[in-house]
């Protein structure tokens, strides 16, 4: 797939701006303080000033595998998103990295894949995502801090999450909700 040209424009139509050329994903995604715009190119994830000022920077570095989805934090400095760390499908690992490109990370811990279902604190601190890595369709949360030194599993033994199923941050980060149930799985 070539790809399009991915533009920015205002909203009354005028200041049209050619951000990118080749943009593969159906997702671009302004940084919450609009200053940004990420998005999918065949080779990984990209941020670009939004007003076309700079360069677009290549953030997922040298992960060979596809970006699968990608969120900013509220405080617009950082972003997490879900790729394959090769081409060869191992499973959708967790990583986060500075708008700028420096800084990724996997937070997904060791032998930790099928990561989906990233939702951030309010604060941008931390971040939970879902786990499924049996591939059992039973999913586990997990939460991170962005500088990845703590990693928490939320979910205990015998509590599941399901697929569709939101994970909700307080407005004060403090408290998160979740939909759960009993499971009958053998741990």
């Known amino acids: 797939m070539q790809g399009a040209d991915l533009v920015t424009t205002l909203a009354d139509g005028t200041g049209q701006v050619t951000i990118d050329t080749a943009v593969t994903g159906f997702r671009p995604l302004f940084s919450p303080d609009g200053a940004y715009i990420a998005y999918e190119k065949a080779d990984g994830l990209w941020v670009a000033p939004a007003d076309g000022s700079g360069t677009p920077v290549h953030v997922s570095g040298t992960l060979l595998g596809a970006v699968q989805s990608f969120e900013w934090s509220p405080v617009s400095n950082t972003l997490v998103f879900v790729a394959d760390k090769d081409a060869v499908d191992t499973g959708a690992e967790l990583y986060v990295v500075s708008y700028d490109g420096t800084g990724l990370l996997k937070l997904s811990g060791q032998n930790v894949s099928g990561v989906s279902e990233v939702e951030f604190t309010p604060d941008g601190q931390h971040v939970a995502y879902k ?30 999450m399901e697929e569709s199923a939101h994970v909700v941050f307080s407005p004060d980060s403090s408290w998160l909700a979740l939909p759960a149930e009993e499971s009958s799985r053998s741990w």
Do not use: C, E, K, R
């Open 131 to 160: 786990t499924d890595a049996n591939q059992d369709w039973v999913f586990d949360l997990s939460v991170s801090s962005v500088d990845g030194l703590n990693t928490y599993p939320l979910t205990a033994p015998g509590l599941i």
